[in-house]
């Protein structure tokens, strides 16, 4: 396992949000497949399998604590090629052109937090990391029609909720504002 524990960290982290919540996430995955070494032995994707265990442990330390972990979108680069948001349309004409990058990285936490913590996973591992949708599904254990759909319905919540946003959009710019 020693050579996935950086890349499991780095999910915890953006699961959880903090330093010591993906720490002792990890930890916990470690200690509960430890006893469980034969099992690793026979996946064949290593890397999704973890990520899953791990994805669950967080889940439902979510569930025992009663509370919503929040993850700053800003803290993440994406990796190589990955667009956030992907090339979707947008209703705008060029999004890109109309904003201040300055606003957007604030903005886009404050909508991020808005989603549940199942839609925040998978945007973070397929705009922000760029997984391919396959590993989504493995991750996240629902079918990949099911990581499609999701994926278009969280673009079009978060699209909607930046372009309603007054820091980006003054009134006579926002979206559906009539002058």
Not at 30 to 41: A, G, N
Not at 47 to 70: E, M, T
Request: some cysteine; hydrophobic content about 40%; aromatic content about 6%.
């Amino acid at each position: 396992m020693q050579p996935h524990l950086e890349p499991m960290y780095r999910f915890a982290f953006r699961l959880a949000g903090q330093q010591q919540d993906a720490e002792d996430l990890v930890q916990d995955v470690v200690v509960k497949l430890y006893t469980r070494l034969d099992e690793l032995e026979a996946v064949e994707q290593l890397r999704p399998w973890l990520n899953r265990v791990l994805y669950r442990q967080f889940i439902d330390s979510v569930r025992r604590k009663g509370r919503r972990a929040d993850v700053a979108i800003t803290e993440f680069e994406p990796s190589g090629d990955t667009k956030l948001l992907d090339d979707q349309p947008a209703e705008l004409p060029d999004i890109a052109e109309q904003l201040d990058l300055a606003k957007l990285g604030p903005a886009l936490d404050r909508v991020m937090r808005t989603l549940t913590p199942d839609q925040r996973t998978l945007i973070l591992l397929y705009d922000v990391d760029g997984w391919s949708q396959e590993d989504v599904a493995i991750v996240l254990d629902i079918p990949l029609g099911t990581v499609k759909s999701r994926i278009h319905r969280c673009r079009a919540r978060l699209r909607k909720k930046l372009q309603e946003s007054p820091e980006l959009f003054p009134d006579s710019r926002r979206v559906g504002v009539k002058d």
